[in-house]
């Protein structure tokens, strides 16, 4: 029997319709990743470094998965790419982006790959969503739950639930 890892993915969208984009992602994650046990609702929120730019879409997403963070991370850029995602779009708007945030307690830092996400504790629209599915889950560098780092967060962009 395989072992499962608990993974939780932050998606993002600010291009056509930002809503079918993220229930893309969990549809297409849900195929091709794992099992989907916990989604965020969806905020709407300000972009984040480049503001020249539509606000997003943001969700969380909590999933068990037999992949490694590699296999993952290969997967969640095919979906990426499916939908539409263009090479060189990094802090650009962009129709999806599926980050990788925490994965177990693994603490991993590789040039292409960071786990736990390294601006995860100083990114409102990440650590929102994320603490709605997971408050008490504790972030396995910083020995704190999520709920508290939401809280001790210096980001003052707007993060709003969307009804």
């Not at 890892?5 to 600010?14: A, E, I, K």
């Not at 994965?103 to 990114?123: E, G, M, S, T, V």
């Amino acid at each position: 029997m395989k072992d499962y890892h608990t993974v939780y993915l932050l998606s993002g969208s600010n291009i056509g319709d930002k809503a079918t984009y993220l229930w893309y992602a969990v549809y297409q994650i849900s195929k091709r990743v794992g099992f989907i046990t916990k989604v965020s609702s969806m905020y709407e929120t300000e972009p984040w470094g480049v503001k020249n730019q539509d606000d997003y879409y943001n969700q969380a997403i909590q999933l068990q998965t037999t992949l490694t963070p590699d296999q993952l991370l290969i997967q969640l850029k095919s979906i990426e790419k499916d939908a539409g995602r263009r090479p060189g779009s990094h802090m650009q708007p962009r129709v999806l982006d599926i980050d990788i945030l925490l994965f177990d307690d693994l603490l991993l830092d590789k040039a292409h790959l960071k786990i736990p996400h390294p601006q995860l504790i100083n990114r409102n629209f990440a650590i929102i969503p994320l603490a709605e599915i997971a408050p008490n889950l504790i972030h396995p560098s910083l020995q704190l739950p999520i709920h508290q780092l939401a809280q001790k967060t210096n980001d003052t962009l707007k993060v709003t639930p969307i009804q």
